[in-house]
């Protein structure tokens, strides 16, 4: 490979690396004007001047013992895919449990378990009216008429289950589930009746509460994430207080409000027609707990008058069938930054692979293949034209030393010689720059799809997701590196493999340059140590095709 050429690349990656730690992801700030016109919608003529929000939205009933979930009568409804858990204390989400999503890659690892705050005092789907929180909805004994476990078979009908509370002579609320078959989407609507015998006035607020995945890393961060007139804003926890609401917090209506990271999101899709607001909260900053709260606009509502809110909610897997099945622009939520463009056609072609194949890392190399017969002709071109410059590399080396004082006519005579020798110096570096933004696309793609999360290859490789490593006993904490736990068998492999790519590569003549050129292997080697052990394996075979393809260029040549 030129010299220019493999800088370009390495330089273009290095900056690429330098973004994803300084940048990543992405952040999609709304234009100034839309943010104005977004502008909270405003509440009826009818309705009462909206109230202050005060600084602590948590309910009073938080101030209450520590209840056993064990105690609690419960309530288990799902479907193929997932399984609910509902406590009678509030009506509240205890459990939800992905069925075919383990917590860590071992056989026996239980399902991933999704509502991570597991305290009786912050489960998700907390109701309180904002003003008489004496009342205690949210930690008020539910009863429902519906069994205490309820199956939707798989392309059955969508089933309703309902819960109802009631404080004598001032309010009733009834709160109703819908479970979705084939679906990882929970409808719920939730209706509030005045019993008094005078106006209510009042604010509904529904809290949900979210703690870190366990899976989280540094390039797999847990974050809130609000999406708005197609724009993803992004909020870590540092991004967040207990007191006031995040700079650039965007304004309702949202498409939708998400907890997530890689690979799963718990959303909450509210109603289109705006008339809320959404405030997030830091509760807990070693923990990582962060509430958001679904507060209404100010309501009135006459004797036996009722108001009902509906929700949607989304939780599990960022697999684009479901997500688009939830529609609401959910899909947006898998996002692969600048180059989504190219990953998300990579993963249907993956995945189209995999469904004959049944074995992602073999897809990976079908995809390599395909990738590399696509770029065969530019890289070949490339290969060629690197040829040509070796052959003119001593004329060129001449004019230097004749012309080294004359700039000018330096560049004359080295045009000139490219022309009759017909040698593009740009030819071996273009080609190969085409394919930077694919390695990126791959890049992301394999990081963050969870289709692949827990995808064993072979031997040793047992999760495509996760770093290369063959575990022998022993681990070692390096500089810059981390904590390795084992070998890094194929990232080692690679480097070996992208060396002897180097040497066969046509030589510049320029000593200094070859020598850099035969360290960018050892400087990858280090890359790759941390990266998806799918991305590995295909820059591996990227390389074992690179090397047939230059010896059979080199071998026609001679």
């Known amino acids: 490979m030129d010299s220019k050429a493999f800088l370009a690349i390495a330089l273009s990656f290095i900056l690429f690396m330098l973004w994803q730690i300084y940048f990543a992801p992405p952040v999609q700030h709304p234009p100034e004007e839309q943010k104005q016109t977004t502008a909270p919608q405003a509440p009826p003529k009818t309705a009462p001047a909206p109230v202050p929000v005060p600084e602590n939205l948590v309910p009073k009933a938080a101030s209450s013992p520590h209840v056993d979930l064990s105690t609690l009568k419960t309530w288990t409804m799902g479907d193929s895919l997932f399984k609910m858990q509902v406590v009678d204390q509030g009506a509240r989400e205890s459990s939800f449990t992905l069925k075919k999503f383990r917590e860590t890659v071992a056989p026996d690892s239980p399902p991933i378990q999704m509502i991570s705050t597991r305290d009786t005092l912050d489960l998700p789907l907390s109701i309180d009216l904002l003003h008489h929180q004496d009342w205690q909805l949210s930690t008020r004994p539910y009863s429902s008429d519906a069994p205490t476990e309820v199956k939707v078979p798989v392309g059955g009908e969508p089933q309703n289950i309902s819960f109802h509370t009631e404080v004598p002579g001032k309010v009733q609320v009834t709160k109703t589930f819908t479970v979705t078959p084939d679906s990882y989407v929970v409808d719920v609507a939730i209706a509030i009746k005045n019993l008094l015998n005078e106006k209510l006035v009042d604010q509904v607020g529904i809290s949900f509460y979210y703690k870190p995945y366990a899976d989280t890393t540094y390039y797999n961060p847990s974050q809130l994430t609000f999406y708005e007139k197609g724009s993803l804003k992004y909020f870590k926890e540092k991004d967040l207080k207990s007191n006031e609401n995040p700079k650039d917090l965007p304004q309702p209506p949202y498409d939708w409000v998400g907890y997530e990271n890689n690979y799963f999101i718990q959303a909450l899709v509210p109603p289109p027609e705006g008339g809320y607001q959404i405030l997030p909260r830091l509760l807990d900053q070693e923990k990582g707990v962060i509430r958001t709260v679904y507060l209404s ?31 609401h622009n959910l899909s947006a939520s898998v996002d692969y930054g600048w ?55 001593p004329k060129i080396q001449q004019l230097r030393e004749k012309y080294k004082d004359n700039r000018e006519k330096l560049n004359q005579e080295l045009m000139q010689v490219y022309k009759t020798h017909k040698v593009n110096p740009l030819g071996g570096c273009l080609p190969m ?10 890049y992301r793609m394999l990081y963050a799809a969870v289709d692949l999360r827990h995808q064993p290859f072979m031997l040793w490789i047992n999760d495509l997701t996760a770093p290369d490593r063959l575990h022998v006993g022993f681990s070692v904490n390096l500089p810059f590196l981390g904590h390795l736990d084992g070998i890094p068998v194929l990232t080692i492999l690679m480097g070996i493999t ?30 790759f140590i941390n990266f998806p052990s799918g991305l590995v394996l295909y820059w591996f075979i990227n390389n074992i095709l690179s090397i047939a393809q230059q010896y059979w260029i080199n071998r026609h040549a001679a």
């Open 297 to 327: 606009d100010p309501m009135e509502l006459a004797q036996g008058e009722t108001k009902t809110i509906k929700l949607r909610l989304y939780t599990g897997p960022k697999q684009i069938d479901y997500l688009k099945k939830a529609g």
């Open 433 to 442: 720059a085409l394919q930077i933004p694919v390695f990126f696309a791959l």
């Open 339 to 393: 180059f989504s463009f190219l990953a998300k056609p990579l993963l249907v072609v993956l995945k189209l692979f995999n469904s004959f194949v049944h074995n992602y890392g073999v897809a990976i190399i079908l995809l390599t293949v395909l990738i590399k017969l696509i770029f065969w002709p530019l890289t070949h071109k490339s290969y060629t034209s690197m040829q040509k410059m070796k052959k003119v590399q």
């Open 498 to 527: 992208m060396f002897l790519q180097q040497k066969m590569t046509p030589s510049t003549g320029d000593p200094r340059q070859e020598k850099i050129m035969l360290i960018m292997p050892v400087m990858f080697t280090f890359f």
